[in-house]
């Protein structure tokens, strides 16, 4: 069981590299503020 958590472990921490690579929280980023805007009436 141990081995299982840290084999998922490291394939999160690998599709997460690979989104930050790929520059995709920074759209991920944009498209959270731009909800939260609208969820509070601003935008």
Do not use: Q
């Not at 840290?6 to 909800?35: H, Q």
């Amino acid at each position: 069981m141990n081995k299982i958590k840290w084999y998922l472990l490291t394939i999160g921490i690998c599709f997460m590299s690979y989104g930050i690579y790929r520059n995709e929280a920074d759209i991920v980023f944009k498209k959270a503020i731009k909800i939260c805007l609208e969820c509070i009436g601003v935008g």
